[in-house]
């Protein structure tokens, strides 16, 4: 019999067929807090598998092995998207203050031409930091050892195999992430604890809606920078520890993220729970209807 295929397109029925609860989550899901949370969810599955991957690969093998070019390459990429990650943390503080702070200015400040460009200026400043990296690296010499104590390519192992005096670089790598991270996550806490100040003024109601964001916030900048400030606050060296925090900030911070905002955060909580109430209350009736014809 001859093959045929007469399905061009498929149709999708999405979470839900009720229009009512697709405009509520359209309406819940639209506002700038989400566009930001987004792209840091697509940031950070990108980050993942720059490194995830191949790590996984590397513990079938006895011997694992890069290329120097696909070292440059992981290494810029780990950076391009880890300093995206920072500046886009800051765009995101500053989205919860105007939001809690000037409820009133909210959507003409952080209308969506200003989100592109914080989204533009993000990825700006984390390309910059990449290449600053990027080129401290590849003006080093390398003419042995070549054994990476780390499953990934990183800074401070790489300066570590250069045969040429790298206190210098170590000095500008420090300052160009480690100061970098150490300033960011002090002014972003201070600027979550004015906007937790802030809320005094406020009802009972909008205090513990915006309390319980403002502390997903929190905890992700801090599973994000302390391990951060750990690994580049310091000379140039290695410690046993390093392994587990580079584990810690490539592979499960960036898991745990989406889940930390969408558990922390009433919007998405109430939004997911009208969304599941539909869909129990559609399965009764379904089930009534289903008795109620074999009666």
Request: glycine fraction near 4%; charged fraction near 10%.
């Amino acid at each position: 019999m001859e093959n045929r295929n007469n399905v061009s397109k498929f149709v999708l029925l999405g979470l839900t067929q009720n229009p009512e609860v697709q405009k509520t989550l359209f309406a819940s899901l639209r506002s700038p807090m989400y566009f930001f949370l987004a792209f840091l969810s697509f940031i950070d599955a990108i980050y993942s598998t720059i490194i995830v991957p191949k790590m996984t690969l590397d513990m079938l093998h006895a011997k694992a092995t890069i290329s120097f070019q696909a070292c440059m390459v992981q290494l810029f990429l780990e950076h391009l998207f880890g300093g995206t990650e920072i500046v886009l943390l800051i765009f995101m503080a500053y989205d919860r203050y105007v939001a809690i702070c000037k409820p009133l200015y909210y959507l003409f400040i952080m209308r969506w031409r200003v989100c592109v460009l914080l989204l533009v200026a993000s990825c700006i400043g984390g390309f910059m930091h990449s290449l600053v990296q990027l080129l401290f690296i590849v003006s080093l010499p390398f003419c042995g050892p070549n054994v990476i104590d780390h499953f990934f390519c990183d800074m401070y192992p790489l300066l570590k195999l250069s045969c040429t005096d790298t206190y210098v670089i170590g000095i500008s790598v420090v300052a160009n992430g480690g100061v970098m991270c150490t300033i960011t996550f002090l002014l972003l806490l201070i600027s979550y604890g004015i906007i937790l100040h802030s809320l005094e003024t406020q009802n009972l109601e909008s205090r513990q809606k915006a309390l319980s964001t403002c502390i997903s916030h929190i905890t992700v900048v801090v599973f994000f920078f302390v391990p951060c400030i750990f690994m580049y606050v310091r000379p140039v060296c290695t410690f046993p520890i390093d392994k587990f925090l580079s584990v810690f900030y490539t592979a499960i911070t960036p898991m745990l993220n989406p889940l930390i905002y969408t558990l922390r955060n009433t919007e998405m909580k109430n939004a997911m729970r009208k969304l599941w109430n539909r869909k129990v209350i559609s399965h009764i009736f379904a089930l009534v209807g289903t008795i109620s014809s074999r009666a």
